[in-house]
């Protein structure tokens, strides 16, 4: 069987699965207490890269271009359990049209995420303009005051953010070459992630423009009153990105 090169397979589901599947932070020596976060690698592996599979050939067997969305990085209830940013298993279900098996999470982050594709007329419709991932693609956990396992950005350890940049600094070029648009990309969180990207697009030239927009756990967590605001400042740039 001849294999494509991953420019020539004719499908955007093809070159991304090709690319998110098989991520991988070898040689990359992270800061002592940091472990990683890969789902595809972790204990729903199998669960993981079929949530993924059907994912990508559900929403994106085509070859249209689409707008980045990045996050920040998965975390363990979101990205982390199903392999797809902003989406824990209720979602997954229940605005994807994807079962979950043997696994069950809830994310606030997701709940906010999801009333953004609603509104933005739905998971066809949004997928159809854009693609979400995270500016650094696997997550990483440390223990925590009580024992247990926490998220961490890969921002709030300098020593980590360094380790990763050289992986980051890939992984957007692939991305990108994937078939993405380059004029504009939305990035969330207007904080750490906006300024780390920001001067990351402004050594590898990228994108021509970066909106950057709130997080979702910002919001659920400060701003739950105003979540239909937020809501429409995400409609508002999808709508100026057109």
Request: glycine fraction near 10%; charge should be positive; charged fraction near 20%.
């Amino acid at each position: 069987m001849v294999t494509l090169p991953h420019y020539l397979l004719p499908m955007l589901a093809d070159r991304l699965l090709r690319h998110v599947m098989d991520l991988s932070l070898d040689g990359v020596v992270l800061p002592r207490g940091v472990g990683v976060l890969d789902p595809f690698n972790g204990p729903n592996a199998d669960e993981v890269r079929r949530i993924v599979t059907a994912f990508h050939l559900k929403y994106y067997s085509d070859d249209r271009t689409r707008t980045l969305m990045l996050g920040i990085n998965p975390g363990r209830l979101g990205a982390g359990s199903t392999g797809l940013s902003f989406t824990d298993t209720k979602r997954c279900e229940s605005d994807l049209g994807i079962p979950v098996h043997g696994l069950r999470t809830h994310e606030p982050s997701s709940d906010f995420f999801y009333r953004m594709v609603r509104a933005a007329g739905g998971a066809v419709a949004f997928t159809g303009r854009v693609y979400v991932h995270a500016i650094c693609p696997l997550g990483f956990v440390k223990v925590g005051p009580k024992g247990s396992a926490i998220n961490l950005n890969y921002y709030d350890d300098k020593a980590l953010e360094q380790a990763v940049t050289p992986f980051v600094e890939h992984w957007l070029r692939t991305l990108v070459g994937c078939g993405m648009r380059t004029d504009t990309v939305l990035c969330i969180g207007t904080g750490k992630n906006a300024a780390y990207f920001s001067k990351l697009n402004e050594r590898l030239g990228l994108f021509e423009r970066i909106i950057a927009l709130e997080h979702p756990r910002y919001v659920m967590q400060y701003k739950a009153r105003s979540i239909e605001v937020y809501v429409d400042k995400y409609l508002k740039a999808l709508a100026e990105v057109g």
